[in-house]
Structure formats: structure tokens, C-alpha cells
């Protein structure tokens, strides 16, 4: 075809995804869409530079027509998703689709994005898993033997595929020589791939939408879902889309980006660590009123936090859209006195969601699902969710918003430890290919990276001083590094720790930690370091 090339490698079955059906629907998107998407993100480098400069987040005064126009709804909740008290992440690999889809939960976030690493082999096979898992053939094996296959005795959850974010290219594709964007990749071959098929299915194609900044970014994917449902001969409002609300600046514009998409809307969700690394992000140098405590002390009670969630729950049901909580990251253990805590801190953070007017909301492992589900049954009974309860108690200001140094807790050693560990093994594991990683019974993904980097960062060139009177200073952050990674490697082994992607995850969190200049992404990096 010409004006589109694939760089990468084709493996065994990868030209049942990359058709040409989805290479003429990627070349269409990107050269009616990719300038725009490239203009958007040099406003987000705007918009961060100003708020540098002193300027401040607020609601927006050019869209205040739509915030005070009490007459437009999103589409009513497409088929599979009118009952979505239990959702469950995880990435497309083949295990993990099945034990998705099985684990009685309502939505499987079939997670392209930040669970997932963009190896070129995990962007194809991923949409070959999801295709076998639609037309039910899909079956796994492990190395010990055991056999994994879909279960026939209930329902299997509904699929929801989160495709990568607008700042993410995808290298291996190129229009005009010029890269592409891994979000609309991930979304072209999906909808082609699988898309009618889902649709025969009784349900559609339906997407979990990542770290937008503004509603211009929301109109820009409903541009593309109206661009791919036309091209492909689907009927226009088909596609449906969830969009996380992760980032300080989209927690500003949430009735915006529902109106932009509303033909398309299936809700909101509080993608909570992500939004604590905007948070970051965004006032990085702004100084100890925005310098956050320990990560692990900011809970979802604090005051800046409990004003998102909030606003989020309060903005939905105002529009008759789905409000989807946050993440539940703990793993069941060995360890009956680990799992007996863990169960109750998921329990309780389930059942402040649901009493707060949350439809719905996500846990990360399968042993997990019955606890969320227990919880939102009890508010919500039979009824599929509480849409009619509009929260028109909430008045939740900018300056709500924007209280974090309202935030009780302190900075610590233990604290700074855990970020250089956690980061470190993180990106080890990203870097092999592996995006959702057991550490310290938490399932954890991109976004926990993103806020150990970021802290470590904003720490160090904010000046903060540690509980014990230490300041953090470039020379205490290296010695840290060090010790840690020796603690890693007398845990692992010499042998393992040599073998693997160590030495290019200490680089790497080392140069974004220690930079002069903030970096947005680690994954930008990163994704350069890979094949």
C-alpha cells in the first residue's frame, strides 16, 4: 500500500491483524488526524510552561455554555455495559486474557496501554488474543502443564481495550515516513480486527480512553471513532468510550470531554495514580505547596483527592454516564495475615466508592473481584448501577482541586527507598517486556513508576527535607540507588541480576530522576531503548 510500511518483524498469524482493511484505516487516520494530535501536544507543553510561570489550573470560561446547559446527555449504557460493579485490569497477553475474561468480574480492561509494554510482539499478539477470545478459541498452556481455556458456566466479562495515549508513537508503522500514533494504531486494529465481530456478538467495540488533557483531545478521538466506524461500515455511536480521568488538567474539563464524546460516552473513571503523577507533573516546580508525602500516605481521603472523585461522580450521573473508580492494585499472598489486611483495605476503600455514588470499580487480580463485587451489591442490589443518584450535594471549586498541601504525612527515607526500588524494578520488568508486575503484593504498572521517578524528582529539585532532617540532594539519591540495587541483587542473585534488564532500568531511572529537565514520560525513553 502505498504511503503506509511496517517496520516490524511479521510472526506466525500477525497478517490476520495487520490486514488491509487496518493498515488503509491507520494510513486514513493518521493524515487526517496526526497533525492535530501533534499541535495538541505541543499545547500541553504550553499549557505546562505557563503554569511554571504562575498561571493556574481552572475551569475553563470559553465552555461554560456547556457546563451550565443542563439538557444534553450521553448514549444510554451499550449492550455489556450497563452493569459494571466489577472491572478487571490487566494486560493482553494470553494467560491473562483468559483469566480476565473467567473471573466473574462484569469488564475486562484489556489494558494496550500502561499494563503492557510496546514491544512490537505485544502490540500484534495482543489483538490475536483478543480475536481468539472473541471467537472463543483461545487456550493457554504454561510451562508446568497447566491449561487454561475459557470457562462455559457463566457469563464472560466484556472486553474494554485501552489503547495507548496521544503522546505515544508507534515505531513500527510509518505514513509518509513518518511515525504513527500508537494510540490510533492500537484502536484501527482492534476495530478492524475485531470490531463486527463483537458487534455480532450482542455487544461492540469498546474503549478505555488514557491521560487526556482536555477536551479537545476527547474531540479529536471522537473524530477518529466517526473516521474508523465509516470506514468500515459500522453504524455511527457503536463504539463507546470510558475515558480515565488521570490527569490534573482533564479533572478541570470532565463535563467537556463528556459532551465531546457524549454520542460515544460510556463514563468517566478515577484512574487515581495516574492522577497523582499529573499532580506532580504539573506543578513540579511550584514549590512545597504541591510537593506531595510518601505516595503510599496519599490516600483517597485526602482533601485533593476526595474533590476529584467527587466532582467526577457528581459530573457523570448529571449526564447519565457511568462513574468507574479507581484501581484496587493488591495481590492475594501466602501470607495469611498480608491477605487478611489487604482484603480490608480493599473492602473499605469498595465501599467508600459505592457509598459515594461510584457505579462500578477495578481490581487488578482475579482474587479480588468477589470482595468489589460484595461491595457495590450491597448499595446497589439488583440495580445495574446508580446513575439516578446525581450527588447535587457536591459543589466541589477549582481551589478544592488544587488544595494538595492540605495533604497530611511526611517525606521519608523509607519513602524515597520504596520509589528508587519500586522504579527500578519496574522498569526492569517494562524494558523485558513485561508491563503488570507483582512488587510487594501490588500489582503494578506504568503509572507507580511514573510517580516514584516523579517524586524522587520533584524532592530533589524542591530542596525537601526528610523527617530525620536529611535533605534530599543528588549525592543522597545516587547512594540510595546504589544500596537498593544491591539489595535487589543479593535478593535475586548475581547471576539473574547480570542477566536481565537491570543495568538499562537503573540507567534509565537514574538519568529521569537526576535530569535538569523534566521528562513527561518515562515510557518515551524507554520505548527508544527497545527493538
Known sequence: MAGIEVTGPMHERFDQVLTPAALALIERLHREL???????????????????????????AETKDVREDDTWRVAPPAPGLEDRRVEITGPTDR??????????????????EDANTPLWENVVQGQLNLLDAIEGTIEFTNPDGKHYALRTDQPLATIVVRPRGWHLPEKHITVDGEPTSGGLVDFALY??????????????PYFYLPKMES?????????????????????????????????????????EILYELREH???LNAGRWDYMFSVIKTHRTRGSDFVLPDRNSVT?????????????????????????????AFIPSRDPEANEAAFAKVRADKER??????????????????????????VLGDRPHQIERTRDDVQVTAADLLDVASTPGEVTEAGLRGNISVGIQYLAAWLGGTGAVGINNLMEDAATAEISRSQVWQWLHNGVELADGQRVTRELVERLIDEECAAIEQRIGAD???????????????DLSLAADYVDFLTLPAYERMP
Not at 495538541?40 to 510561570?53: Q, V
Not at 494467560?95 to 494496550?112: E, F, P, R
Not at 476527547?218 to 465509516?230: H, K, M, S, T
Request: charged content about 20%; overall charge neutral; some cysteine.
Open 95 to 112: 494467560k491473562m486474557t483468559i483469566n480476565a475474561l473467567n473471573s466473574g468480574a462484569k469488564v475486562w480492561l484489556a489494558d494496550q
Open 34 to 60: 496526526n497533525p492535530r494530535r501533534l499541535e495538541l501536544l505541543r499545547r500541553r507543553a504550553e499549557r505546562t510552561a505557563s503554569i511554571a510561570a504562575g498561571a493556574e489550573l481552572d475551569f475553563l
Open 496 to 510: 539473574a541480576f547480570g542477566g536481565g534488564h537491570w543495568a538499562e532500568a537503573r540507567a534509565t531511572f537514574t
Open 300 to 328: 483517597m481521603t485526602v482533601p485533593f483527592m476526595r474533590a476529584y472523585t467527587e466532582l467526577l461522580v457528581r459530573t457523570c450521573h448529571k449526564r447519565g454516564a457511568h462513574a468507574i473508580g479507581g484501581m484496587a
Open 265 to 267: 460516552s460510556a463514563g
Open 215 to 255: 477536551h479537545l483531545e476527547a474531540r479529536l478521538w471522537n473524530d477518529a471513532f466517526v473516521i474508523g466506524q465509516e470506514a468500515l461500515g459500522i453504524p455511527r455511536g457503536t463504539v463507546r468510550a470510558t475515558v480515565l480521568i488521570e490527569t490534573y488538567p482533564a479533572a478541570f474539563e470532565m463535563e
Open 191 to 204: 476495530l478492524a480486527t475485531s470490531g463486527q465481530k463483537q458487534i455480532d456478538r450482542g455487544q461492540g
Open 353 to 378: 466508592e459505592a457509598g459515594d455514588g461510584f457505579d462500578g470499580s477495578w481490581v487488578a487480580h482475579p482474587g479480588m473481584v468477589e470482595v468489589c463485587r460484595e461491595a457495590f451489591t450491597a
